[in-house]
């Protein structure tokens, strides 16, 4: 089975901060997510990577910034946390050439920030 | 400009009875088509999907149907059972998304009632 793994299940931040969520796949997939959901407004894409050190703006990147360094890694960082970035976080990853791109989910970083 | 719409935040049924969660889309470019389930405190799941040549796809108790003239899918499931009850997210792939990225709905919570 694909693992996706998220470092932290909860968080709490302050203000100001500067915030690393993490990922890791186990499954040697290509493309790597960053999401986050919030209530009525779905899943909102803030960045994604199709391969290592390549990476791309999705919906909503203002504010967040990502690291893919290893092919099994993607960091998503809030340089100075805000209270509107108070979300739940999802990581993602898929297979490049299956042609369904079914994307694996990790189990989610619900992130407060005071 | 919302590519993908689910119109109907929330469903309640009652256990063995149909359910039916429906998703549109604005994009004709979409031609890979996928729902995914999300339980509280989970990451999403891929649950099924259909490639706009067909236009029904069934896994058990589950079908999709696709509209393409009305750009138009629905999620079928027969009979509901209360462990059905969850977030449903309708998702589309553009045609060669060497990317992997898929525009998401806002999701459907549906509620199985027993």
């Known amino acids: 089975d694909v693992k996706v793994t998220q470092s932290s299940r909860y968080l709490v931040k302050r203000t100001g901060e500067k915030v690393f969520l993490e990922c890791v796949q186990d499954?040697?997939?290509?493309?790597m997510f960053w999401y986050r959901q919030d209530p009525g407004l779905g899943l909102r894409l803030i960045y994604f990577s199709y391969d290592v050190k390549m990476k791309e703006k999705g919906d909503i990147p203002e504010g967040y910034s990502v690291s893919r360094e290893k092919k099994e890694r993607f960091s998503l960082i809030l340089e100075s946390a805000s209270t509107n970035q108070t979300s739940m976080y999802l990581c993602?990853?898929?297979?490049?050439?299956?042609?369904?791109?079914?994307?694996?989910f990790g189990a989610g970083t619900r992130l407060s920030v005071l | 400009d919302q590519q993908v719409k689910q119109n109907s935040p929330s469903l309640s049924v009652q256990e063995g009875r149909i359910s039916i969660l429906n998703c549109d889309y604005t994009?004709?470019?979409?031609?890979?088509f996928l729902w995914y389930k999300k339980y509280p405190a989970e990451g999403p799941t891929f649950l099924i999907s259909?490639?706009?040549?067909?236009d029904k796809n069934e896994d058990g108790r589950f079908t999709v149907f696709l509209n393409k003239s009305a750009k138009h899918l629905s999620l079928h499931i027969v009979p509901s059972q209360p462990g059905d009850s969850a977030v449903y997210f309708c998702?589309?792939?553009?045609?060669?998304?060497?990317?992997?990225?898929?525009?998401f709905g806002d999701g459907t919570t549906l509620t199985v009632k027993p």
């Open positions: 998702a589309a792939n553009p045609h060669n998304t060497n990317a992997g990225k898929s525009t």
């Open positions: 993602a990853s898929s297979f490049s050439g299956s042609g369904t791109n079914i994307q694996y």
């Open positions: 994009n004709s470019m979409f031609d890979y």
């Open positions: 499954m040697d997939h290509e493309n």
């Open positions: 259909i490639s706009s040549i067909k």
